[in-house]
């Protein structure tokens, strides 16, 4: 029996991928659940694993071949021998249609009904919508965001053509290397550029003394440890500081739609993570509800996961702040751009001694540059800075998180 491998749900607002990497080749036995091939999304990959037991027939969509959500990646002979991968090649042939062959698995979900009105009164098939409720099931929500994609499309296309590179000397030609972009980095570029071309961006800067936090770090990071299983870091200060100013200064936590500002009661913390592929955005969700030990393990668990290329969907979707820390590369001082549609972004430099004046007296303290970069569209200039100040005065005495001040 011939088994179709299909690219699997690739999430909300993502609509194809690129084949990376091949891990069998037609005519190799593989096992239920064995690791096909991986894709490359703009903001993830993604293992495809075998839906059968069987033979590996013919490769459909190759290295390099970009290909849409349900689209047909190959074809397996389930509980065939290795000599038996011919047969599924010719298999193909017969079913020129893939998209439709997937529809079958998504019509066995009914939809909401509110979602059928919707999609009925705009004139949008089942299959151009993206369901994200319990196992693929179209909610009111998905149509109005199709709706609204289909509504930005042609805004988007007449994009300013990429400027063409300037003529390069025969001699320096011959030393360059040209790589493709991947597409992780095509979307941080674009998103980048939309991000300065959208919002009214502004940044305002202060410093910190952290000697309150290493202080405290140093007195209780081996009970810490000890309990919860998890170093005590600096970004649950951080995190736990943002929460609490983002509650006396609401417009950092939300964002424009159209003629609206959507002010959001909770916060889903967005953490910056280098990886080799790129900069990803990992969102610890509900933040203002969780306990240092909890931040701390999520983070960690989130930094893991991006670094391996693990990370899903849903963790990288929903964020309504972000904090970036540069000074792990050393950085001094930067303007973090945002990460829209947020209106706020908190920028962490590198830790330095430097001397300052205490009570009249000149000290040598460890401090660190703030930078929160927002969108003046909607925050003001007051809001901004008290918002950093609250950050500042939190993280310089932690016994304020403590007491809710």
Not at 47 to 55: E, L, T
Not at 358 to 369: A, F, L, S, T
Request: charged share 25%; net charge negative; with cysteine.
């Amino acid at each position: 029996m011939t088994v179709e491998v299909r690219v699997p749900a690739l999430g909300e607002s993502v609509t194809e991928a690129t084949v990376a990497t091949w891990f069998k080749k037609p005519g190799d036995a593989v096992a239920v659940d064995e690791i096909l091939c991986e894709l490359e999304t703009d903001k993830v990959s993604l293992d495809v694993p075998s839906p059968a037991a069987g033979v590996l027939g013919e490769i459909l969509a190759k290295e390099g071949d970009t290909v849409t959500a349900a689209g047909l990646l190959a074809t397996l002979v389930e509980g065939g021998a290795a000599a038996a991968p011919a047969p599924a090649a010719a298999a193909p042939k017969a079913e020129p249609a893939p998209a439709p062959a997937a529809a079958p698995a998504a019509k066995d979900v009914e939809d909401a009904p509110a979602a059928k009105k919707a999609m009925a009164e705009a004139g949008l098939s089942p299959d151009k919508v993206q369901g994200t409720g319990r196992d693929g099931r179209v909610m009111k929500e998905d149509v109005a965001r199709a709706v609204a994609a289909a509504a930005a499309a042609p805004v988007a296309a007449p994009a300013a053509p990429a400027i063409p590179r300037a003529p390069v000397p025969a001699d320096d030609a011959a030393r360059e290397e040209r790589v493709k972009m991947t597409k992780l980095r095509q979307t941080i570029a674009r998103r980048l550029k939309d991000s300065q071309n959208t919002a009214a961006m502004l940044t305002t800067y202060n410093e910190v003394d952290m000697s309150g936090i290493m202080d405290l770090r140093n007195a209780f990071k081996d009970q810490f440890e000890k309990k919860h299983g998890v170093k005590m870091g600096f970004m649950s200060f951080f995190v736990k500081a943002c929460c609490h100013a983002l509650k006396e200064v609401p417009e950092v936590n939300a964002e424009i739609d159209g003629t609206d500002i959507v002010y959001k009661n909770y916060v889903h913390m967005g953490v910056a993570v280098g990886t080799p592929s790129g900069l990803v955005v990992p969102v610890v969700r509900d933040a203002d509800q969780m306990g240092f030990a909890a931040i701390e393990k999520k983070i960690a668990e989130l930094g893991a996961r991006a670094r391996d290329g693990k990370l899903s969907m849903a963790e990288m979707q929903g964020g309504s702040f972000t904090i970036s820390n540069g000074g792990v590369y050393g950085s001094l001082m930067s303007s973090p751009i945002l990460n829209p549609p947020q209106s706020g972004i908190l920028g962490m430099h590198k830790i330095q001694d430097r001397p300052v004046v205490v009570n009249g007296q000149i000290v040598i303290r460890p401090m660190m540059y703030l930078a929160l970069s927002y969108d003046h569209r909607i925050v003001d200039g007051k809001g901004a800075v008290t918002f950093l100040v609250r950050v500042k005065e939190a993280l310089e005495d932690p016994r304020r998180l403590l007491m809710d001040l």
